[in-house]
């Protein structure tokens, strides 16, 4: 059990939901494969299990939890199956903007009980009409869109008080788009990140999420709100993209736990045991080791979190921690594979299906190493950047 604030019972019984998901979501692991989507079973547990609704405020009466807890049960999916742990993830993530729209609507999102998706890519064209606005465009990658009912969609557009257009979330119910199933990836196939398409697709103004407000000062709209929310006076996108560095973490934990038991059943063409060769001996002591250090890096990446509550952070820093620790998430996978041997490519080998996940984890616009670590070398120096956490 990590650092938490929450009660041990709660925190239990979290790990408890995690875990039914995830070994759910492990037994039809190569269905999901196949089908690019996780089934009705994996979708019908989160639900049942309500995590879904994990992340709104108090209002909503549902248990406060903190960023430990929180990443604990998104690497506790992810340790069984990584398509399942990215989409537990998303579903419950996405409720921290949902809590930032304007009190009418955020009631009317939360009351239909529906799992969110968005996209954020600012691709998405805006006109004002009478009412509100009409949005178009198509946005890939729409992680769990088949079973969402509400999406935000990126855009750019102008507001009141701006000559400059900005980053805005628009929601939409998903019915009133079309998905392209088109979803055909390395990994991750089981999140379903299909592509959508809006065509003039009436706005309410209240729909309409505003990314630089969240982005500067991380807090809902009205005044009188639930102070001990979450993510409120938090670094916002550093909250927001926890969960790649979480479910990183979780898959690499499954993986050194893989490579230890097929590399001790494993018998060399001399007869020799694999666990007695000095070479595995040899990966297995550093993997662990990198293994260690990507769960401090986490474990110091929260801290960091509390430590910068309603204080002007450094979002480069940020990023470069979470892409580091993932980055070794994905080097234990690829070297376990490679010093396994052949048998461990096969389709269905856990080594397999982990190492594809975890570079597709590794591939996310948020997670990208060469970038990070470029943007914090410049912030480093003293040099002006722009990034989102």
């Known amino acids: 059990m990590a650092s938490t604030l929450v009660e041990t019972n ?26 690019a989507t996780v089934s009705k079973n994996v979708i019908n547990a989160i639900r049942e299990e309500k995590i879904h609704r994990l992340l709104l405020p108090k209002d909503y009466n549902f248990p406060q939890i903190d960023f430990w807890t929180y990443a604990d049960l998104i690497k506790k999916v992810s340790y069984y199956n990584l398509s399942a742990g990215w989409l537990t993830c998303f579903y419950s ?39 509100g606005y009409l949005i178009s465009g198509q946005w890939n ?24 257009k900005e980053g805005a979330g628009v929601c939409v119910r998903v019915a009133d788009l079309t998905i392209k199933e088109n979803w055909d990836s390395l990994g991750m196939r089981g999140s379903g990140s299909h592509t959508v398409i809006a065509d003039k697709v009436f706005v309410k103004r209240e729909a309409i999420l505003r990314m630089s407000n969240m982005q500067e000062q991380s807090r809902p709209p009205e005044a009188a709100y639930d102070k001990d929310y979450l993510y409120y006076d938090m670094p ?9 560095a979480s479910m990183a973490v979780g898959g690499a934990e499954r993986v050194v736990e893989e490579f230890k038991k ?57 990023k470069a921690m979470r892409a580091s620790l993932i980055r070794k998430c994905v080097d234990i996978a690829v070297r376990s594979l490679l010093t396994l041997g052949g048998h461990a490519i096969l389709k269905g ?40 956490g």
């Open 349 to 388: 080998h856990p080594l397999e299906l982990f190492t594809r996940d975890l570079l597709t984890v590794g591939t996310h616009l948020s997670s990208l190493y060469e970038d990070a670590v470029n943007i914090y070398g410049k912030k480093l120096f003293g040099f002006p950047v722009v990034t989102r």
């Open 262 to 318: 097929h590399t001790a059943g494993r018998v060399r063409m001399n007869g020799t045991n694999e666990h007695e060769s000095p070479t595995s001996q040899r990966v297995l002591a550093e993997i662990s080791m990198e293994l260690k250090a990507a769960q401090a890096l986490l474990n110091e990446y929260i801290a960091q979190m509390y430590r910068d509550k309603d204080q002007p952070y450094n979002e480069a820093e940020y």
């Open 10 to 35: 709660l925190y239990d019984e979290l790990m408890a939901s995690a875990t039914r998901i995830g070994e759910i979501a492990e037994a039809e692991a190569l269905e999901a494969d196949k089908n």
């Open 93 to 131: 993530l996405h409720n921290a903007w949902v809590s930032y729209l304007p009190k009418s609507f955020r009631d009317e999102v939360v009351a239909s009980d529906g799992f969110v998706a968005d996209v954020f890519a600012p691709v998405g064209q805006i006109e004002e009409c009478e009412g």
């Open 141 to 164: 990658f729409v992680s769990g869109i088949l079973h969402s009912e509400w999406v935000a969609l990126g855009a750019l557009m102008h507001f009141d008080d701006s000559a400059v």
């Open 236 to 244: 916002w996108f550093p909250g927001f993209y926890i969960g790649f």
